[in-house]
Nanobody, 115 residues
Framework: QVQLVESGGGFVQAGGSLKLSCEASPNFAGAASLGWYRQAPGQEREEVAS???????SYADSVKGRFTLSGEPGKKWLYLTMSNLKPEDTAVYYC?????????WGQGTQVTVSS
């Protein structure tokens, strides 16, 4: 069982930056894949960035060049660094870890970008 807790969301003006954090308990060692998803009101949840065991990192076209997925060597923290934010980036952002036979999600963190 893995618990995920996201943080770092907030309200920012267009062009601004935010860094989202995801803490995994106990850790995400051994995960088959991990990444970030988002869901805007009235829309389906979509993948923002992810990485499998063999890499490389995959980004949604809408965020390429603006968002960066990273993690820390202890395999406990996963980050999403977001820059040049746009109003269309407004959504609840979720951390996701996948193991063989199991998928885990955090509770989400709200990101609101004003124009």
């Amino acid at each position: 069982q893995v618990q995920l807790v996201e943080s770092g969301g907030g309200f920012v003006q267009a062009g601004g930056s935010l860094k989202l954090s995801c803490e995994a308990s106990p850790n995400f060692a051994g995960a088959a894949s991990l990444g970030w998803y988002r869901q805007a009101p009235g829309q389906e949840r979509e993948e923002v960035a992810s990485i499998g065991m063999q890499g490389p990192i995959s980004y949604a076209d809408s965020v390429k060049g603006r968002f960066t997925l990273s993690g820390e060597p202890g395999k406990k923290w996963l980050y999403l660094t977001m820059s040049n934010l746009k109003p269309e980036d407004t959504a609840v952002y979720y951390c996701n870890l996948n193991f063989p036979g199991a998928s885990y999600w955090g509770q989400g963190t709200q990101v609101t970008v004003s124009s």
